[in-house]
């Protein structure tokens, strides 16, 4: 079974400043999707960034960028010139295949990031 | 588009209470997902619909939940005789094909 670990429950950063939430995970499986989730107060789930797995390179997306380690297991987001509206709770995620042809994904313990002006 | 809109935003119950949530999908998806959020943890997968069909269950789902999509539109979560460890926020999902989530803003269950 497929397991995600966030190990740290709280990072703050200044404002304008660089921050890097760590994630670690658990796979048997070669070719798979990683996920970050930003949820804010309003408690949406939005989608930040994804990584597929067979692709080397490190997504990127804006202020938002990957460390994407497939040998170490380890997805770590970079949150660059941080804003006051990055401050959130963010979730990583693995992208797990259901037998239906789905798929659901698995969560961890998420990290709460304060931007401090 | 609307997104995906969940009804209501917070539902206080007595323990022993029957409560239901309602989910409204963005109307061209056809993939519904239920999960539950407790706190201090990521949302947990409890079921799945395509269409009208509830294709996958979750084990975190006890007999006393119950979910429906009639017509492949509305979704509805049940939960019979609350107790106090049912307490979380309830999030629904859509998506059509294999396209990524998206996911409603949740219904906060407080079972007092």
């Known amino acids: 079974a497929q397991t995600v670990t966030q190990s740290q429950p709280e990072m703050s950063v200044q404002e304008a400043e660089t921050v890097t939430l760590s994630c670690t995970y658990d796979?048997?499986?070669?070719?798979?999707?990683l996920f970050w989730y930003k949820q804010p107060p309003s408690r949406q789930m939005i989608l930040v960034i994804r990584?597929?797995?067979?692709?080397?390179q490190n997504a990127t997306e804006n202020r938002f960028s990957v460390n994407f380690q497939k040998a170490a297991k380890s997805f770590s987001l970079k949150i660059s010139d941080s804003q006051l509206g990055d401050a959130a709770m963010y979730f990583c995620?693995?992208?797990?295949?259901?037998?239906?042809?789905?798929?659901?994904?698995?969560f961890g313990t998420g990290t709460r990031l304060k931007v401090l002006a | 588009d609307t997104g995906v809109s969940q009804d209501p935003r917070h539902k206080i119950t007595k323990r022993g209470q029957n409560v239901t949530f309602r989910c409204d999908p963005i109307?061209?998806?056809?993939?519904l997902y239920w999960y539950r959020q407790t706190l201090g943890q990521g949302p947990e997968f409890l079921t799945y619909?395509?269409?009208?069909?509830?294709?996958?269950k979750s084990r975190l789902l006890s007999d006393r939940f119950s979910a429906e999509r009639p017509k492949g539109s509305f979704s509805t979560l049940e939960i019979q005789r609350t107790e106090q460890g049912d307490s979380a926020m309830y999030l629904c999902a859509s998506s059509i094909l294999y396209r990524d989530y998206t996911f409603g803003s949740g219904t906060r269950l407080t079972v007092v």
């Open positions: 995620a693995y992208r797990s295949f259901l037998t239906s042809g789905t798929y659901k994904y698995i």
């Open positions: 109307s061209e998806h056809n993939r």
């Open positions: 990584q597929e797995a067979y692709k080397q």
């Open positions: 619909f395509q269409n009208e069909a509830q294709l996958e």
């Open positions: 796979t048997s499986e070669s070719d798979y999707y």
